[in-house]
């Protein structure tokens, strides 16, 4: 089975900074990743996943994220934030065995103005 | 297009009583699917219709909790008799067919305080 990890549990980021934040997984077959987003007060939407190919994803909103097979890992990055990018961000990987998603713990981002 | 409904949003109740979730999935959606998130945690997999049948309820702690989408549209996902530990947001999400690769497209979630 897959198991994704996320290691920063909360993040605290001035307008303009740079963003990365880290989501490693466990080989499990075929890997397809996933990147959500939770805003405030609204549901998980979305942002990019990868499945195969090119390994640098471009998502919604100046996402993007790199699929680093030899380091496990599935960072997402995002040159400048702006404070409308706080939220929660999930790392999620397709469990083939489950036909489901594992989501990672989570990393709250904070965008301070 | 609408998207996933889930009702209520918020429940509040004892432990040992019961409680019912409501979810009406994307219109043509034949996957559907109910997670538990619990604070601090990622959503965790419950259990998995397509159409009217479970497709994996292996997460799903059958001593207390149910669901059924009898007619392969909404669904419905109980706790009876609840525990503290069940204090959690419960997400219902969707997609087209379960393939790999689909989008699984998420309800607002219900937030169940067990005092």
């Known amino acids: 089975a897959q198991s994704v990890s996320q290691h920063n549990h909360h993040v605290i980021l001035s307008e303009a900074a740079s963003l990365e934040l880290g989501c490693n997984y466990s080989y499990g077959g075929t890997v397809n990743l996933f990147w959500y987003v939770q805003y405030p007060g609204q549901h998980l939407q979305l942002l990019l996943k990868?499945?195969?190919?090119?390994?640098l994803v471009k998502g919604i909103k100046g996402f993007e994220a790199e699929f680093i097979k030899s380091k496990f890992s599935f960072n997402l990055r995002k040159p400048s934030v702006q404070w409308s990018d706080t939220a929660e961000y999930f790392c999620a990987g397709w469990d083939t065995g489950r036909r489901a998603l594992t989501f990672g713990s989570g990393t709250r981002l904070q965008v301070q103005p | 297009e609408a998207g996933v409904a889930q009702s209520p949003r918020y429940k509040i109740i004892e432990k040992r009583q019961s409680v019912a979730f409501w979810c009406n999935p994307i219109s043509g959606h034949a996957t559907l699917y109910w997670y538990q998130q619990i604070l601090g945690q990622g959503p965790k997999l419950l259990i998995q219709?397509?159409?009217?049948?479970?497709?994996?309820d292996s997460q799903l702690p059958k001593d207390r909790f149910s669901a059924e989408r009898l007619k392969g549209v909404d669904s419905t996902l109980k706790i009876q008799p609840a525990k503290l530990e069940d204090s959690a947001v419960y997400l219902c999400?969707?997609?087209?067919?379960?393939?790999?690769?689909?989008?699984?497209?998420f309800g607002d979630g219900t937030r169940l305080s067990i005092l």
């Open positions: 219709f397509q159409n009217n049948g479970v497709v994996d």
């Open positions: 999400a969707s997609s087209f067919s379960g393939a790999q690769g689909q989008p699984q497209h």
């Open positions: 990868y499945f195969s190919g090119d390994p």
